[in-house]
């Protein structure tokens, strides 16, 4: 296959879990089309140079590293813990999750420090390796590939690590947690050494979804005012810059748009109503670079 055929850019998505549809929904939301392949596992994007294809998550890291793709999303938990020195270029805003060191109930630890010793099960061998190594705790590491949860109750560890999203599977079997060794959520990641061509449209790429991750939380609100009024209207905008003020074709009247916390609309509405703001109108942004 040569390079034409299979675009400047290979891009990997995680074909199923939790990532996956957020993962294409955000690629849509970018302006990046590409249409479903049937079973094929890959498909060239309609207006960019990028071709997709759609993997396991946590053979991302790997294949990236190993320049099977050039770029992709994944959990920043399973690059750290393929070892691959990848460039992570985007925290993509999904896909939160962190990796918790837990104990059982009656179990006298309270910090990590004070696992030295004991058995440690976990689908994170590495990861937890390299965590305890530079807290400087010596401990056994068990490794197990699902149910981590259960392997104190069988008596098989003394603690786990293990990843959670809020921590509610490790309470309802019995644990606690002492710690947190990692922070995650889904990234962009790209390989090191990409040509000048490959690493500008991997740039676009960053700067397309960049501005969709920017805009999620923010609303445009545009509003008539009197001139009479327009100071007090203004007063109340926490605009992410200073507010577009622009005189109205009838006298005495002014425009005002500004870019708003989603969170503050609710807020907002009344009171500007009441300040004299006429005319309101709040819309969704789709790409914001600021």
Known sequence: MTERDRGLVRLALPSKGRMAEPSVKLLHDAGIAFEPNGRTLHTRCLDLDLELLFVRSDDIPVWTRDGGVDAGITGRNQAVEAGAELDELLALDFGYCRLAQAVPSEHPAMRPADLTGARIATSYEHTLARELDRLGIEAR????????????????????ADLVSSGETLRQNGLREIGTLLESQAVLVARPGLDAAQRALVDDVVLLLGSVIAARPKRYLMLNARDETLDDVLALLPSLDAPTVLPLSRPGMHAVHAVIDAEDVVRLLGPLRAAGASSLLVMPIEH???
Do not use: M, T
């Open 288 to 290: 914001l670079i600021a």
């Open 141 to 160: 590491i068990l490794p197990i590939s699902g149910s981590v949860e259960l392997a104190p109750r069988l008596h098989a560890a003394d603690a786990v």
